[in-house]
């Protein structure tokens, strides 16, 4: 990062002064997942002047970026290439960066076929918040020993630390893709799915909705059409199917799109993650189920307590994505063993509690 140097001692000596004035800062990239975890407060932290590829090597599948640079650069970079980010990190919209995906380690429609961002975290270097520089993993995965730090990154919302650079592994893009559709209830659609998942198919991304279910298919083009043939179903147009994904992936689907209004009369948008072979989850409100079953989006007015009973009577448990008020808390609350390691972490990387306080938990 020799090349970065300037903007990096810039948000040293930021990280510095706040921790000499006890005073939260926010970390800001292009600041389109704002609305994801509590609400920020503080001084903003703008990483994206540490941008750019640090090197990329096609043949290896791995890539080092640095934390500014936008998500849509790295994935044209990589395209070039015939290669991609395979678990579809949503975007949202314009101006996204590739720290804030990792740290929000969100995944697309994908994610249960080829795995989530943590998965593909190789190594990173972080800001803590005692202006620290510190560097974990590595390009291989063989480099990770210990504690996989870099990892933990993932999906941390940035409580831990700045991130400045991380290494990832990519995949080569599908050489052949098709999608299939089925009317279908959802208890026959979560039925199907189950019994898919135990049958050599090249299922890449499912998703069931109002009454239709459609599904993914990807990889070698005998793969693919050996699943077609097996599955049966509707084809979709290539168009098509590509503008369904990418309404799922970048949640520009109309399901998505909760009006002002909507959310000030108390309804929300929330994630349920779910084994995949939980059974149907029943709320008011509208569904739609991706990941072969395991996540199940409610858009809902139940009061939260509803919503989390709900899904830990499924087996799992519920995050509150969108929302007017979110005084009931965004994550599932966790256990006292697990808080005490959140605690312990936040200690041991930010012991003065600057940076991003409350994003993940309010005793964070």
């Given at each position: ?242 503008a369904w994904w990418l309404g799922l992936r970048d949640q520009t689907e109309d399901f998505f799109a909760i009006e002002e209004s909507s959310l000030h009369r108390g309804e929300c948008l929330w994630r349920l993650s779910v084994p995949g072979t939980a059974a149907a989850v029943t709320l008011p409100g509208r569904q739609l189920i991706e990941w072969n079953g395991a996540q199940r989006w409610w858009r809902t007015s139940a009061a939260p307590l509803v919503v989390r009973a709900a899904a830990a009577t499924a087996g799992g448990h ?47």
């Amino acid at each position: 990062m020799d090349n970065q140097e300037p903007a990096l001692a810039r948000l040293i000596e930021q990280v510095d002064d706040a921790r000499a004035h006890r005073r939260p800062v926010e970390i800001r990239g292009g600041g389109t997942k704002v609305f994801y975890g509590g609400v920020p407060s503080g001084e903003p932290l703008d990483v994206r002047g540490l941008s750019g590829i640090s090197s990329y090597e096609p043949t290896e599948l791995v890539v080092t970026v640095r934390a500014g640079t936008p998500l849509a650069e790295l994935e044209d970079a990589l395209a070039e290439h015939g290669q991609c980010l395979p678990f579809e990190p949503p975007r949202f919209a314009a101006g996204g960066t590739v720290g804030g995906m990792v740290a929000a380690g969100l995944s697309g429609p994908s994610r249960a076929s080829v795995g989530s961002v943590r998965d593909h975290v190789l190594g990173a270097t972080l800001l803590n918040g005692k202006g620290e520089i510190l560097t974990f993993g590595g390009q291989v995965a063989k480099n990770v020993a210990g504690y996989d730090v870099s990892r933990l990154l993932a999906g941390s919302c940035g409580i831990l630390g700045v991130i400045c650079e991380v290494s990832l592994k990519v995949l080569p893009v599908n050489r052949s893709s098709a999608t299939l559709s089925f009317d279908c209830s959802e208890s026959d659609a979560l039925d199907r799915l189950k019994q898919w998942a135990s049958q050599p198919l090249a299922i890449n991304a499912s998703s069931w909705h109002e009454g239709r279910l459609h599904l993914r298919v990807a990889g070698a083009a005998a793969a693919v059409n050996a699943a077609c043939s097996r599955l049966g179903g509707t084809a979709l147009e290539p168009d098509a199917a590509a503008a369904w994904w990418l309404g799922l992936r970048d949640q520009t689907e109309d399901f998505f799109a909760i009006e002002e209004s909507s959310l000030h009369r108390g309804e929300c948008l929330w994630r349920l993650s779910v084994p995949g072979t939980a059974a149907a989850v029943t709320l008011p409100g509208r569904q739609l189920i991706e990941w072969n079953g395991a996540q199940r989006w409610w858009r809902t007015s139940a009061a939260p307590l509803v919503v989390r009973a709900a899904a830990a009577t499924a087996g799992g448990h519920a995050t509150l994505l969108r929302a007017a008020d979110k005084s009931a808390g965004v994550f599932t609350p966790v256990s006292d063993v697990l808080l005490r390691i959140h605690r312990g972490l936040k200690q041991a990387f930010d012991p003065q509690r600057i940076l991003n306080p409350g994003r993940l938990y309010a005793e964070l």
